[in-house]
């Protein structure tokens, strides 16, 4: 089963509106990451932020991250037709010592955005 | 770009064939992690090798194996194929073994089993 779960599912948009997507997972973390997919491409990584973080920016990005309601939103501000894509939060799994374990991140379904011109 | 190279793009074989999918991960990067995603599955974590050994297994299939080479470069293979099989399988590296750092994904390989 999948730890994060985006909400919603599909979000559709006018180009220069703010976009808002969710993430609940289910079990404690280490750190959560956020990655976009643009159709039938990789994954790329946008933003990390760690278990004792908040809040966290990076250029019209802002994520947020709530330990205690286990979820995390990201927030595209003025949003363009080139952010189209899908977005996927990822947990990494918690070793037995507290800290991050191998590799194993687990993908939510993801929020489909569009952005129209 | 990522500097995750993946080959072939494109994959099309027959049930019951072996297919062979190729990772060269980022400069540096000493792990690598395979992915498969599938509009039903969505995207599930196969296995991860860091420097040459196995670190972490997922939802693998006893059909698919992968490795590293002395040169970090990773193969994914699958046999004995299905239908079902028909994803796009993903590469992705990182520098450490651990969940802490950002994955780097190439472009993946679309494989249609027909």
């Known amino acids: 089963s999948q730890q994060g779960e985006e909400d919603p599912q599909a979000l559709s948009i006018q180009e220069g509106e703010n976009a808002t997507m969710n993430c609940s997972y289910k079990?404690?973390?280490?750190?959560l990451q956020w990655y976009r997919q643009n159709s039938g491409r990789g994954l790329v990584h946008l933003i990390l932020?760690?278990?004792?973080?908040r809040e966290k920016h990076s250029g019209r990005l802002r994520v947020t991250l709530d330990t205690s309601k286990k979820s995390s939103s990201l927030l595209i501000t003025a949003s363009r037709a080139a952010d189209t894509a899908s977005y996927f939060c990822?947990?990494?799994?918690?070793?037995?010592?507290?800290?991050?374990?191998?590799?194993?991140?687990?993908f939510g379904q993801g929020t489909i955005l569009t952005v129209h011109p | 770009d990522s500097g995750v190279t993946q080959t072939p793009k494109h994959l099309i074989t027959a049930t019951g064939q072996r297919v062979t999918l190729r990772c060269s991960p980022r400069s540096g990067d000493l792990s690598v992690y395979w992915y498969q995603q599938s509009l039903d599955q969505g995207l599930q974590f196969l296995i991860q090798y860091y420097n040459g050994e196995e670190r972490a297994k997922g939802n693998i299939l006893e059909r698919f194996s992968a490795q590293q080479f002395p040169d970090l470069h990773s193969e994914l293979n699958l046999s004995s194929l299905e239908l079902g099989d028909s994803a796009l399988y993903f590469c992705?590296?990182?520098?450490?073994?651990?969940?802490?750092?950002?994955?780097?994904f190439g472009n993946g390989t679309r494989l249609t089993v027909t």
């Open positions: 079990t404690s973390i280490n750190n």
């Open positions: 992705a590296s990182s520098v450490g073994d651990r969940a802490n750092s950002p994955l780097h």
């Open positions: 990822a947990t990494p799994p918690l070793s037995g010592a507290g800290g991050t374990s191998y590799g194993k991140l687990t």
């Open positions: 932020i760690r278990s004792n973080e």
